[in-house]
């Protein structure tokens, strides 16, 4: 089973810019879809994007046009570009894995990886 791990979090003022990586070994020859969710305190996780096993992205609207998802070249990594960011961005940021397409079952069952804290001041 393919399995994700979140990185890059970390405090930025508002404005600025953070990137966010997802590794998850075995996702491209398995051809999995990889998913971005994010929790802010006190509130249901929300997703942020997604991109399916044949590379298409999918942003929220309420992080369209700020934010980027696309995958590394030569490496299981899928990274999370966060522009022009809000304190209404701070959240602890998750990715998935998730059966896309005619992948497979087992290995791209749903896994979650440990999550990223992004905390953005005004």
């Known amino acids: 089973q393919v399995q994700p791990a979140e990185s890059g979090g970390g405090s930025v003022q508002a404005g600025g810019s953070l990137r966010l990586s997802c590794t998850a070994p075995g996702f491209t020859s398995h051809r999995c879809g990889i998913a971005w969710y994010r929790q802010a305190a006190g509130k249901e996780r929300e997703w942020v994007s997604f991109?399916?096993?044949?590379?298409?992205?999918t942003v929220a609207g309420s992080v369209k046009g700020r934010f980027t998802t696309s995958k590394a070249m030569t490496v299981d990594t899928v990274y999370l570009q966060m522009n022009s960011l809000t304190p209404e961005d701070t959240a602890v940021y998750y990715c998935?894995?998730?059966?896309?397409?005619?992948?497979?079952?087992?290995?791209?069952?749903?896994?979650w990886g440990q999550g990223t804290a992004v905390t953005v001041s005004s």
């Open positions: 998935k894995v998730y059966r896309s397409g005619s992948s497979s079952p087992y290995a791209c069952a749903v896994a």
């Open positions: 991109m399916a096993s044949d590379g298409s992205t």
